[in-house]
């Protein structure tokens, strides 16, 4: 049985978003993500949102933020109320890691890569998620004399949900999918989600789930390959007692060869194809509307 989606604290009406990272420019596949986020916000007289996902100080870079809302604007993508730029909410991921983990349910992890590989190496088998191989729970068997001793020591770590535990407490989980009907959530075939990194006080899969219930995101527009992502989100909404959207994992644009657009298709972003001299309305129909 999947719990109930109680949406009766919604404000009235559809809220929808384009979450881009602002670590390259936007290529055609963005452009269709955008447009139907856009389209299903303005067809149901909806709200449509921006939010930027720069929470990787490595990756991200101002220029590109800037070069994306440009993009947005030439395409004719009208947005409502400012941008939400994640890094500026850090407070925000803060407050619901204190929640999680006053749940009992996050733990510290010290291991580096080469530990994980070690220890999976080790352990003979290598059970594997929509990630990649799964974490060993190598840090979720620590001591709590160990565990305070190495964050004493000024280790770097990250925080790990215990999945298990989570999935435990929280019980039967399920979302809607426009596409896929009604889905059972199984958050555990991610195993131990790391929800703050070791470099950065939070993790992609945190500050969507935060932001879209902050933002009263009523539907979720984004490609297949994030489809999985969902699993881990509806177990956060669950836990920190947030409300749970609607979800709609569109199809992912390919190229004529059949090949998903991706960074290194420099051609086809909406810069090049702009100084190319082709129209938004071109750019438009290029993307499928
Ligand atoms: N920031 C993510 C990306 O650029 C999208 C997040 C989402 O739509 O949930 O792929």
């Not at 933002?215 to 994030?226: E, I, M, Y």
């Amino acid at each position: 049985m999947v719990a109930a989606m109680d949406q009766s604290s919604r404000p009235a009406g559809i809220v929808t978003r384009f979450a881009p990272s602002p670590t390259g420019l936007l290529h055609l596949g963005h452009a269709f993500s955008a447009l139907v986020a856009h389209g299903r916000a303005r067809a149901a007289g909806g709200r449509f949102l921006v939010r930027i996902e720069d929470i990787d100080p490595g990756r991200c870079r101002p220029d590109f933020e800037a070069a994306i809302l440009a993009d947005l604007a030439w395409l004719g993508l009208d947005w409502d109320g400012p941008v939400r730029r994640q890094s500026a909410h850090l407070d925000d991921y803060r407050d619901a890691l204190a929640r999680l983990d006053g749940l009992g349910l996050l733990y510290p992890c010290f291991c580096t890569r080469r530990d994980i590989q070690d220890e999976v190496a080790r352990a003979g088998h290598a059970p594997h998620g929509p990630d990649g191989v799964l974490y060993p729970g190598t840090c979720r068997r620590l001591g709590a004399a160990e565990r305070r001793e190495r964050m004493d020591s000024g280790a770097p770590y990250a925080l790990r949900l215990d999945v298990a535990a989570a999935v435990a407490l929280a019980g039967p989980l399920g979302w809607r999918d426009e596409e896929a009907g009604v889905v059972a959530a199984t958050p555990e075939i991610f195993g131990d989600v790391v929800l703050a990194r070791k470099d950065v006080p939070t993790s992609y899969h945190l500050a969507v789930t935060v932001d879209d219930a902050l933002q009263d995101v009523t539907l979720v527009t984004r490609g297949a390959d994030l489809f999985a992502a969902t699993h881990v989100h509806r177990l956060l909404q669950a836990l920190l007692e947030l409300p749970v959207p609607a979800y709609a994992h569109h199809r992912l644009l390919t190229d004529p060869s059949g090949r998903r657009y991706a960074k290194r298709d420099r051609a086809l972003t909406l810069a090049a194809l702009r100084e190319a001299g082709r129209s938004p309305g071109e750019v438009r129909t290029m993307a499928g509307f």
